[in-house]
């Protein structure tokens, strides 16, 4: 990354090189592996906000978390309680949070393009960090994702074929997937889905689709599985849970088709019984929770990096 001007936001991974990403991940996971007291001064006195306008878990800890670790002040706007309530504008509220010191901004958004919206309002020292954005970004997530999959299968991403499922079309972890496993050269990726959760077919052309997921499973390296995102639905796009499940639920039978070392992943909320079934999801293939480790890690690598803060 030297001779790179040091960037300010991470809102999309298509704006990254393979080598950027790489470059990440490797920082990512030399900072997993320092000790707790090596890593906590590298970014101290910096001030991390969290500002979700939307629900999360993993996300809105995990990056809570990495900015302790690293020794920054950490507050989180809670957007239900706060001024935006009362009518205030994001930008407005975001450029009262750094005239307090914020350096860098961790936004969740519902609407695309919301986020480099804001990202122009701010002053020019202080970054922002997309945690998710509509059905578009999610990079942090491509960037955890690409980590768990390179130490499951290892760095040569040609060689592999990645089977997507689910609900793609209104999907932003896939989205994100799917510029980083291009950057890195995935050699072969299928994209699965009931023909309405499939995305335009001009977007990603360069995949293979499909319908029928017992003929998507066969012979992949790895299974990307997504949650129905019924919250991002206008309209009933399946006809029931229980038919999903049956036509593309991943259990045991399906699984036992992909590759014997396949590696089954899933950005979470899992619903259980509905893209994935118990017997997997805690099964031995499954690396959801490597995924979670992973995020923690990442992020980190993400937060030295736009502080222009260690090598790599
Ligand atoms: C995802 C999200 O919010 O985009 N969750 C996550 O960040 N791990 C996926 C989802 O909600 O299905």
Redesign the pocket.
């Known amino acids: 990354m030297h001779g790179v001007p040091k960037p300010r936001t991470l809102l999309t991974l298509d704006s990254l090189s393979g080598e950027q990403i790489a470059d990440l991940l490797d920082r990512a996971e030399r900072l997993a592996t320092l000790a707790p007291s090596a890593r906590r001064e590298r970014l101290i006195g910096r001030t991390l906000a969290t500002v979700f306008f939307e629900p999360?878990t993993?996300?809105r800890i995990s990056f809570q978390l990495a900015a302790r670790r690293l020794g920054m002040d950490v507050v989180d706007l809670d957007v239900g309680t706060a001024s935006i309530s009362k009518g205030e504008t994001d930008s407005d509220t975001l450029r009262t949070l750094a005239a307090m010191g914020v350096d860098v901004f961790v936004v969740r958004h519902r609407r695309d393009g919301a986020l480099a919206a804001l990202a122009d309002s701010l002053p020019p020292d202080v970054a922002l960090i997309s945690a998710?954005e509509g059905r578009s970004q999610?990079p942090t997530?491509g960037l955890l994702d690409m980590l768990t999959l390179r130490q499951a299968k290892g760095r040569d991403f040609s060689r592999l074929t990645v089977t997507i499922t689910g609900d793609i079309r209104h999907s932003?972890?896939a989205r994100s997937d799917l510029h980083a496993l291009r950057r890195l050269g995935c050699g072969n990726i299928r994209l699965c889905a009931p023909p309405t959760l499939l995305p335009d077919p001009d977007e990603f052309p360069e995949c293979q689709r499909f319908e029928d997921f017992d003929s998507a499973v066969v012979g992949a390296d790895a299974l990307f599985m997504?949650?129905l995102?019924r919250e991002r639905m206008t309209e009933g796009l399946v006809p029931s849970v229980e038919h999903y499940f049956r036509d593309y639920g991943l259990n045991a039978v399906r699984l036992a088709r992909a590759a014997p070392d396949a590696v089954v992943m899933h950005?979470?909320?899992i619903n259980r019984g509905v893209e994935i079934a118990d017997e997997v999801a805690d099964g031995p293939r499954a690396a959801i929770l490597d995924q979670v480790r992973n995020g923690v890690a990442v992020r980190m690598a993400v937060l030295e990096w736009l502080l222009g803060v260690g090598a790599g």
Do not use: K, N
Request: glycine letters at 14%; a positive charge.
């Open positions: 999360s993993r996300t998710g999610h997530q932003r972890v997504l949650r995102q950005p979470g909320p």
